[in-house]
């Protein structure tokens, strides 16, 4: 008789106490690996990786003459995405979203930060400008007023052009007479005379012409000026206009930034609420991890003890049928007959406890947050809670009880099968239906799906013990 089994033997035996321990104090957030709920972050991130990846093998010339293989090809990178997302799922969802609330909130702040960055640097120019414009504007008002003065200037030296001009026409009016030559002559004046006369009227006539000149003169120099006038006037109300405008966007700008720096400070206190929830999963996850470990490093001693156990308690039997099958053969004057070893049901296999498909295999995972290699210590099932679950093979119920990591979890021991101690666990079960030192055959049901303990959906996580160490359950399967 095998001690170590409920039934087995009458003597009291040992059993894997129940343990709750989750390494932390406050309830764990579930957990899965079967992502059936949506994780719109975590498939993001690995829908970026994969179309990363899948453009530098795009890149990358192939060394082969023949072309790759479509389907070949399409296999390969189907199994990548399953293994990313098997991958990225081992983060739980509170995890992710805690994560990906602090992401969104640094690359928001980033955002804010280069807005407030740029505003800061167009307020800069704006100021620029606007000492620009404020030096045009003073430079186009003293022109202005330097034409303006240049005007006035102008208006006073018309004015006295003018007396001088209205001389001129007097005394020209005045010895205007076509009889001052003939009374010249008629006075018998010696023709030095007369010709000094001549000139004396030719002098009065130059000045009269001189004088109009300058006026003409003077008044086109005045419009001129005018017409400058006009312009600095233009180039002023320009510069008015380019100064009030410079002076607006300063304003606005100046309450740009002041906006952009109250947004980046909230965006800041905002990426620092995140980032303290996303350490604090982190934190959590990690113990939850740690608690896992304890828990199957517990078992496992346990199994270990048990599968030796097992073993020797079937050699000792073997070894009585042996000696018994020496003792008839002397009896019976013949050689003794070879004894085999203990008949199984089992057949040297396992069946699925699950009829439906695998949503994480058994495996080494690099958690993608706390950036570790972690082992996935068994086989998801997904199937909607309350699915039944079936004994992979005819053995006893050894164990049954809440692990905060696990949820409810239910042992089976299946004896020897093809010389080593096999034990099937199920976990994260709803409910329960086989009991501890109850017997059950292959494909009965012993128990039914859920989501208990770390967990975020409805699944099985089917695990293998093979002399008390856990390895990959499709190796029996």
Avoid at 281 to 290: P, R
Avoid at 296 to 311: G, H, M, N, P, W
Wanted: net charge positive; hydrophobic share 40%; charged share 20%.
């Amino acid at each position: 008789m095998v001690p170590h089994f409920p039934g087995a033997n009458p003597r009291p035996r040992g059993s894997i106490k129940r343990d709750d321990s989750t390494g932390t104090s406050a309830p764990p957030y579930p957990r899965s690996r079967t992502g059936p709920r949506g994780r719109p972050t975590v498939v993001a991130a690995c829908c970026l990786v994969l179309s990363l990846s899948a453009g530098v093998l795009a890149a990358v010339p192939s060394a082969q003459a023949d072309p790759p293989d479509p389907a070949a090809k399409k296999k390969q990178l189907d199994s990548q995405i399953n293994q990313q997302k098997a991958d990225l799922a081992e983060a739980s969802d509170q995890l992710g979203k805690s994560v990906a609330a602090y992401n969104q909130a640094e690359v928001k702040y980033q955002a804010v930060q280069v807005r407030y960055a740029a505003a800061q640097g167009r307020l800069a120019a704006a100021k620029a400008a606007d000492v620009v414009a404020a030096s045009k504007l003073a430079s186009a008002e003293q022109a202005l007023r330097t034409a303006i003065s240049d005007v006035a200037a102008g208006e006073q030296l018309i004015t006295e052009k003018r007396a001088v001009a209205g001389r001129a026409v007097r005394s020209a009016y005045q010895q205007q007479n076509s009889l001052v030559g003939l009374s010249i002559a008629l006075r018998g004046a010696a023709p030095a005379d007369i010709a000094t006369g001549m000139q004396v009227q030719r002098n009065v006539f130059g000045i009269q012409g001189n004088a109009i000149t300058n006026l003409n003169n003077a008044q086109a120099q005045l419009a001129s000026k005018r017409a400058k006038v006009a312009v600095a006037e233009q180039a002023a109300a320009a510069a008015r206009a380019e100064a009030a405008q410079t002076v607006r966007q300063v304003t606005e700008l100046t309450q740009q930034v002041a906006a952009d720096k109250a947004e980046a400070a909230a965006v800041a206190q905002v990426k620092l609420v995140a980032f303290k929830a996303a350490e604090k999963e982190k934190n959590s996850e990690l113990a939850q991890y740690n608690s896992l470990l304890r828990e199957r490093t517990r078992v496992q001693q346990i199994l270990i003890a048990r599968a030796r156990a097992e073993k020797a308690a079937a050699a000792r039997r073997k070894a009585a049928r042996e000696k018994a099958e020496r003792e008839r053969a002397r009896k019976e004057h013949r050689a003794p007959r070879n004894v085999p070893d203990e008949p199984s049901d089992n057949g040297g296999r396992l069946s699925k406890p699950i009829d439906t498909y695998i949503t994480s295999p058994f495996g080494m995972r690099f958690h993608p947050i706390l950036h570790y290699w972690k082992l996935h210590d068994g086989t998801d099932f997904g199937a909607g809670c309350g699915t039944p679950i079936r004994a992979a093979a005819s053995g006893v119920v050894t164990d049954k009880y809440y692990n905060g990591g696990y949820g409810n979890r239910l042992f089976v021991s299946h004896g020897v099968i093809d010389g080593s101690s096999i034990t099937t666990v199920y976990n994260h079960l709803s409910k329960y239906k086989a009991h501890v030192g109850e017997r059950v055959s292959r494909g009965e049901i012993i128990g039914y799906v859920g989501t208990t303990g770390y967990s975020t959906g409805c699944h099985l996580h089917f695990m293998v013990y093979q002399d008390g160490n856990v390895v990959n359950p499709m190796k029996w399967l």
